[in-house]
């Protein structure tokens, strides 16, 4: 039986040219560039610098508040972009091209075989109650703080990184003088 190798699997174990063109597509071809990280950490940056983050509990879940929905939108940018560019065959590589999405849901059209294993639900429930999952994020009682404020002051949810600082700033003093 022939074994089937996995270019993904093999990685660490040789140096290819094909990762340096990988890494560089990354940093430079708009998907998660090097910039857009800088970015935010600049961003984040001055807040501190500016004496408006401490690090304490109440202001890193009013970070959360304010910019996570911003930060998941841009990576599920990154995903969508992706999982619809086209990987390359390559000379003397027998590893399958096409779209990543393509190939995941449809592996057959793209010259790969197929291993998706059929799991029980029985399985797949004890694995889920074995599962830690970490779907909140933020404090809840912080985050029910900053809609109640939100909605008193008739203000609503950044839909830039600097309308989320200006909400940091907004409800930052006044969901201080709640807690503390």
């Avoid at 430079?28 to 408006?52: A, R």
């Avoid at 010259?111 to 970490?134: F, M, P, R, S």
């Avoid at 839909?159 to 003093?173: F, I, N, Q």
Wanted: glycine letters at 4%; a negative charge.
């Amino acid at each position: 039986m022939a074994m089937k190798t996995n270019a993904f699997l093999l990685d660490g174990m040789f140096q290819t040219k094909c990762n340096q063109r990988i890494e560089s597509w990354w940093n430079n071809s708009g998907m998660f560039p090097k910039k857009v990280l800088k970015f935010w950490m600049d961003m984040f940056q001055t807040i501190k610098d500016d004496g408006h983050f401490s690090g304490d509990f109440l202001d890193v879940n009013l970070i959360r508040f304010c910019f996570m929905n911003l930060i998941q939108d841009e990576l599920k940018i990154v995903v969508r972009t992706w999982n619809s560019h086209k990987l390359r065959s390559m000379k003397n590589v027998m590893t399958p091209c096409g779209r990543p999405e393509l190939m995941y849901n449809l592996p057959e059209l793209c010259g790969a075989d197929n291993y998706l294993y059929v799991v029980k639900e029985a399985e797949i429930v004890v694995c889920e109650q074995a599962c830690t999952k970490t779907s909140i994020i933020y404090d809840q009682n912080v985050f029910d703080l900053c809609i109640y404020e939100m909605e008193e002051n008739n203000w609503t949810e950044a839909a830039c990184a600097s309308e989320g600082t200006d909400l940091y700033l907004l409800l930052r003093p006044i969901i201080r003088n709640f807690v503390l």
